[in-house]
């Protein structure tokens, strides 16, 4: 008797062990951003943003793409930005970084490339040799009015080459959006 009740102690241990391994790798796959698809709103005294998945983007498993395909490809992250007074006219000035920027050194080069767009139109596009530190800045002095639908999209990608990238695959590259805002004036 004694013999199986160990048995039964060491198998409901075996079972607990493995199921909170199971509950922690999907809790880590979650908050990573492998499969979260809802709104989050963060808030300040005078802008509302509206990220459709959230602030957060984690990239690891890029593959090469013509830049062509980039808009439909790509890996992105969108949002949008409003001010929150209503029945009033204000100009706010916008300040949007990429910060807390980890990237693998086989992702640092010319074919590993970034646009963002605002409404649309690329504002600002470049390389991973742009990146100083962990920051990355999107735009300094963008002015938006409470008047205007105000969208923007952060694209990543590697651009394919006649050259092996194999190297490139199956790394890392993590980082989120900051935005800032600095209200200018109400009408």
Do not use: H
Request: net charge neutral; proline share 1%; no cysteine.
């Amino acid at each position: 008797m004694n013999f199986k009740k160990l048995l039964l102690i060491i198998t409901i241990s075996i079972i607990l062990v493995f199921s909170l391994m199971m509950l922690t790798s999907y809790a880590y796959y979650t908050f990573s951003g492998g499969s979260t698809s809802f709104n989050k709103t963060t808030y300040n005294q005078t802008i509302n943003i509206n990220y459709t998945t959230n602030k957060f983007i984690n990239v690891t498993n890029a593959i090469p793409i013509k830049d062509s395909e980039a808009s439909s490809k790509a890996a992105n992250n969108s949002f949008s930005v409003s001010i929150t007074q209503p029945n009033t006219t204000a100009e706010v000035l916008l300040d949007i970084n990429l910060s807390n920027i980890s990237i693998d050194d086989a992702l640092k080069n010319e074919y590993f490339r970034y646009q963002f767009l605002y409404n649309n139109s690329v504002i600002k596009e470049g390389t991973a040799l742009d990146i100083v530190g962990s920051n990355l800045n999107l735009t300094n002095t963008l002015s938006i009015t409470s008047a205007q639908t105000n969208n923007f999209v952060f694209r990543i990608w590697i651009s394919d080459s006649d050259v092996s990238q194999n190297s490139m695959l199956n790394k890392t590259f993590t980082g989120s959006i900051e935005v800032n805002a600095v209200k200018i004036r109400n009408y």
